[in-house]
Nanobody
Framework: QLQASGGGLVQAGGSLRLSCAVS????????MNWFRQAPGKEREFVAG????????RYADSVKGRFTISRDSAKYTVYLQMNSLKPEDTAVYYC???????????????WGQGTQVTVSS
């Protein structure tokens, strides 16, 4: 199971940190990802991390502003979001996959979403 938290309302330029508590994974070599979905838009990939060795990938739209990380001891994945923009407003989802993903194809399981709203 994946349990996301940490969303909220923030002004443009502000920061938020999302957390995703991970349980029940049967392999240590999963990939953990963050996706987001804005109203009327498709769900899109934001960032991903390989659990075992920590390699990371980001969507171009968040590079340099967002940082994905994981705490293996706490089985938690984080998404630190800095310099937030109104266009970052969306429901954010954590998701696990068995390989690198750039879209929802290949996602094995989803957590519930957490709303992030950035005001201008």
């Amino acid at each position: 199971q994946l349990q996301a938290s940490g969303g909220g309302l923030v002004q443009a330029g502000g920061s938020l940190r999302l957390s995703c508590a991970v349980s029940g994974l049967t392999t240590s070599d999963n990939f953990m990802n963050w996706f987001r979905q804005a109203p009327g838009k498709e769900r899109e990939f934001v960032a991903g991390i390989r659990w075992r060795e920590g390699s990371k990938r980001y969507a171009d739209s968040v590079k340099g502003r967002f940082t994905i990380s994981r705490d293996s001891a706490k089985y938690t994945v984080y998404l630190q979001m800095n310099s937030l923009k109104p266009e970052d407003t969306a429901v954010y989802y954590c998701a696990s996959s068995s390989g690198v993903v750039t879209s929802t194809v290949g996602v094995v399981s989803w957590g519930q979403g957490t709303q992030v709203t950035v005001s201008s």
